[in-house]
T-cell receptor
């Protein structure tokens, strides 16, 4: 079983839509939850990180963590064509600094 | 501020040859990580340096891979001899310090390695 599961998509939405991206995980030791955005042929770019459970908002982006369900989400409001990219979730425990990544979800926002 | 840089951006080598990848972290970042993404799979951890010391090398696949970080600045990852299954994108990331801040890892653009 993989440490982190993420639906690869692809996901295609019209401009202005609300996008929901999700990951599930199996390791209850994970405490840090990150979302990265990756454009084609570029490195992953850190969008948000959250410690433990709860919500975090940054502009059009909201990250949610539900540790009881081992489920994390990233919501993108008022999606824009420039949001078209692959979105990666990553997680880490308190005792280790290595990240465990999902495979990424490919998102296309259609103008 | 310059981000994490990696060189080369792309390398094509034959099976059995040697390749050395280089990573320059963000200035002042003590923590440096190497990751690899094999086609169709998730990004996987290889190892973690704190300054010049290897903190965790549990992800290194075998002894054909050698990572160094002399002087605690840039790092190199050497693959010798390269095998077909070593093909993938090698990412480097850096982070300013251990503890809570270390969970902000900043990634370079990656080196795409193709072994033929």
């Amino acid at each position: 079983q993989k440490e982190v599961e993420q639906d690869p998509g692809p996901l295609s939405v019209p401009e202005g839509a609300i996008v929901s991206l999700n990951c599930t995980y199996s390791n209850s030791a994970f405490q840090y939850f990150m979302w990265y955005r990756q454009y084609s042929r570029k490195g992953p770019e850190l969008l948000m990180y959250t410690y433990s459970s709860g919500n975090k908002e940054d502009g059009r982006f909201t990250a949610q963590v539900d540790k009881s369900s081992k489920y994390i989400s990233l919501f993108i409001r008022d999606s824009q064509p420039s949001d078209s990219a692959t979105y990666l979730c990553a997680m880490s425990s308190n005792t280790g600094n290595q990240f465990y990544f999902g495979t990424g979800t490919s998102l296309t926002v259609i103008p | 501020e310059a981000g994490v840089t990696q060189f080369p951006s792309h390398s094509v080598i034959e099976k059995g040859q040697t390749v050395t990848l280089r990573c320059d972290p963000i200035s002042g970042h003590d923590n440096l990580y190497w990751y690899r993404r094999v086609m169709g799979k998730e990004i996987k951890f290889l190892l973690h340096f704190v300054k010049e010391s290897k903190q965790d090398e549990s992800g290194m696949p075998n002894n054909r891979f050698l990572a160094e970080r002399t002087g605690g600045t840039y790092s190199t990852l050497k693959v010798q001899p390269a095998e077909l299954e070593d093909s993938g994108v090698y990412f480097c990331a850096s982070s300013p310090h251990l503890g809570q801040g270390s969970y902000e890892q900043y990634f370079g653009p990656g080196t795409r390695l193709t072994v033929t």
